[in-house]
């Protein structure tokens, strides 16, 4: 299995680097030139410098000063690769073309090998929340509340797993020494009742009697916490400090072996090594030396990632080893169907989907329901219904994952997850079999209007207003989350959508936001997100399918690209066909950043290209493209800090 693996990889890279060098040589400038001022030099050219770029001085400057002006060529490259230049409303490069540009940048400008992917570097990262509370359950079987101890960790790229953004305050660090009080108090017992508890931490059951033997047992226990605390074997030193510390609260008056053992547990606890996701690197200040992490690393790597916590006793066993890396997929998948992948699940789905807002949202369902009284709203609306709707989203990546299923199911799939109250909510009370609470995979009927997550609760709740619909922020999402395609941030002063509807009496939604796209400033954004948005105008605020008797509601529209739908569910089948490269290049670029804890670069376009071509080349298969990103170059190794542009790598 794993040699088939490792062929399959060898012959897809090999496909990569081939494709590259045809591009490379065909690119040449001469090519790219013409392009470019067909398209660009309306703005950037003939005397214009639209966002202080000049491309026409650029282009005419010699070879070495063009191509060392790595700042323009970066930003031309990431408003070409996200769609944002030409703007909308002028004259579009085919694809092939803004794919040769794009190429041309990469390996002309940027020097970048697919044979040799740069990993990146990485921050040191502090856990965060969910991250500390299930390090501590499982390291000794106590869930521990964070969120009353904890502040909100802060995000980045979405995520709240991102190095960069996980600092440490004073108040932090207050709070650190407090919570692991509270941790020996719970898990060390100091009573002296022996009981499975007391053997939990005392493996050997009570002291003995001798100093030595006493020294020496402390030793063992310490050293077995501390590995596992610190995700790699504890150092001498570190441990001899540990045992004085035992040795000294020990002999307090009214102390004992198992308060001074609490007392070292408690200094591991707020140790940077226990606090921290710290990875030793050789010149960590050379950007241009690469090494891959140890096996220790990449075990806890590996962990933090599918579940949120350190590496286990197995992984921890092929690291000392030496062998976790020849042994990499069959890990990843007895780490998939381990319940503990249930925190990936819930963590990343949650961030990357917003599902874990639904049940917090404020949102009054009273003007969607026709009805006056808010707690009648709210019976009907209520926390039942939003937990089953975070589920039901959740429930359908863990299918499609587990099952290797491809991933454009997650767009189109004719079934769902439900209990009694969401299908009730949903008006699919004919479905037989469900349960109050128990969620359940059932098949939508042929003429359903649910199927995939655009038409699931939690999409069209996370993307609405409080009192009512958005089709902006519904485009929005489906921009920035499924077509990794966001549009620039909106421009100062530009009037409100409130304000356009003083302008008609009872204008439609799409009237009033056509009206909005007459604003100049407007236009270019809003025709790429609006007709995604109104596709979705027969879903409420709080989710349902509306009934529309006299049909005035239009769901029909086209992407910018050119693909036309007339409903959300031929929306998302062009999504999940024509439009499944840029599907597959989000969903890879939101996973490899919640994995590797950084936002991704432009030296991270082989790697995408890479995962990405491995999903084509098989049916996007959802479990496979795990197994992809951990064999990956940014997941594997790692480089010194530093300008990459500016080393000589």
């Given at each position: 299995?794993?040699r ?31 392009i ?19 491309l ?44 040769q540009?794009?190429r041309w940048i ?5 020097k ?95 002291p ?9 047992y ?31 609260i ?50 806890s ?86 937990n089953?709707?975070?589920?039901e ?15 454009g ?13 969401l ?33 699931q609760?939690?999409?069209l ?5 409080p009192t ?8 929005l ?16 002063n ?6 356009v509807?003083?302008?008609g ?7 009033q936001?056509e009206?909005h796209r007459?604003e100049?400033?407007c236009?270019?954004c ?39 739908f ?17 599907f ?6 939101k ?5 590797i ?10 790697t ?21 990103l ?17 080393s000589?790598?």
């Amino acid at each position: 299995m794993l040699r088939c693996s490792l062929l399959c990889a060898c012959f897809v890279l090999v496909a990569v680097c081939d494709s590259y060098a045809e591009e490379v040589r065909a690119d040449q400038f001469s090519q790219i030139k013409p392009i470019l001022k067909t398209y660009c030099y309306d703005c950037h050219g003939y005397g214009l410098d639209e966002g202080g770029i000049d491309l026409e001085a650029l282009i005419d400057k010699p070879e070495k000063e063009r191509l060392g002006d790595h700042e323009t060529w970066l930003a031309v490259w990431r408003n070409l690769r996200s769609q944002m230049m030409p703007p909308a409303t002028e004259e579009q490069p085919t694809a092939d073309q803004a794919n040769q540009i794009g190429r041309w940048i990469e390996t002309k400008v940027f020097k970048l090998d697919p044979a040799n992917p740069d990993p990146g570097r990485v921050t040191i990262r502090r856990l965060n929340r969910d991250e500390y509370r299930y390090t501590i359950e499982d390291l000794f079987g106590y869930r521990y509340n964070v969120n009353d101890s904890f502040p909100v960790d802060d995000t980045g790229y979405g995520f709240d797993t991102i190095g960069d953004v996980l600092s440490i305050s004073p108040l932090l660090t207050e709070k650190y020494f407090d919570a692991a009080q509270t941790i020996v108090k719970e898990v060390v017992p100091t009573d002296g009742k022996v009981d499975s508890k007391y053997k939990r931490i005392f493996i050997d059951g009570p002291p003995p009697e001798g100093e030595a033997e006493r020294d020496a047992y402390a030793r063992k226990i310490l050293k077995r916490i501390g590995d596992r605390a610190f995700r790699r074997p504890i150092d001498d030193a570190s441990l001899d400090r540990l045992v004085r510390i035992q040795k000294q609260i020990s002999k307090l008056e009214d102390s004992s072996f198992e308060r001074g053992i609490a007392q070292a547990i408690a200094a591991m606890l707020i140790s940077p090594r226990f606090l921290f996701r710290a990875e030793i690197q050789p010149e960590p200040n050379n950007p241009g030396k690469e090494v891959p992490v140890d096996e220790y690393a990449l075990a806890s790597r590996l962990s933090y990632f599918l579940w949120c916590s350190l590496p286990d006793e197995e992984l921890m066993q092929l690291a000392a080893e030496g062998k976790l890396r020849e042994n990499l997929h069959a890990q990843v998948d007895r780490m998939l169907d381990d319940p503990k992948s249930e925190r990936f699940i819930h963590r990343f789905v949650g961030q990357w989907l917003q599902s874990q807002d639904v049940e917090g949202i404020s949102i009054d369902p009273r003007r969607a329901l026709g009805l006056k009284d808010l707690g009648d709203a709210q019976r009907i609306f209520g926390r039942t219904v939003r937990n089953a709707m975070r589920r039901e989203t959740e429930m359908l990546f863990q299918y499609v994952l587990l099952e290797d299923r491809p991933a454009g199911e997650l767009l189109t799939a004719d079934y769902t997850f439900l209990n009694q109250p969401l299908a009730k909510f949903y008006g699919l009370e004919k479905i037989e079999g469900l349960d109050r609470d128990k969620m359940k995979k059932v098949d939508l009927p042929n003429d359903s209007d649910r199927g995939g997550i655009l038409t699931q609760g939690t999409f069209l709740i996370v993307t609405s207003n409080p009192t009512r619909t958005s089709p902006v922020k519904r485009g929005l999402f489906i921009l920035d989350n499924i077509l990794g395609t966001p549009p620039p941030p909106a421009p100062p002063n530009v009037p409100a959508l409130e304000e356009v509807r003083k302008r008609g009496a009872k204008l439609t939604m799409r009237e009033q936001l056509e009206l909005h796209r007459k604003e100049a400033l407007c236009n270019s954004c809003h025709s790429r997100m609006d007709p995604l948005g109104l596709s979705l105008e027969k879903y409420n605020y709080i989710g349902q399918f509306v009934t529309d008797e006299d049909e005035s509601i239009e769901t029909a529209g086209k992407l910018i690209t050119g693909e036309e739908f007339a409903s959300v569910k031929q929306l998302s089948k062009v999504l999940a066909s024509e439009r499944k490269v840029d599907f597959y290049r989000c969903l890879t670029e939101k996973m490899l950043t919640y994995a590797i804890g950084r936002g991704l670069e432009y030296y991270d376009t082989p790697t995408i290209d890479l995962i990405v071509d491995d999903m084509l080349a098989n049916d996007g298969k959802m479990r496979r493209m795990v197994h992809t990103l951990v064999d990956s170059a940014p997941f594997q190794k790692r480089r010194g800090d530093g300008s990459l542009l500016s080393s000589n790598r």
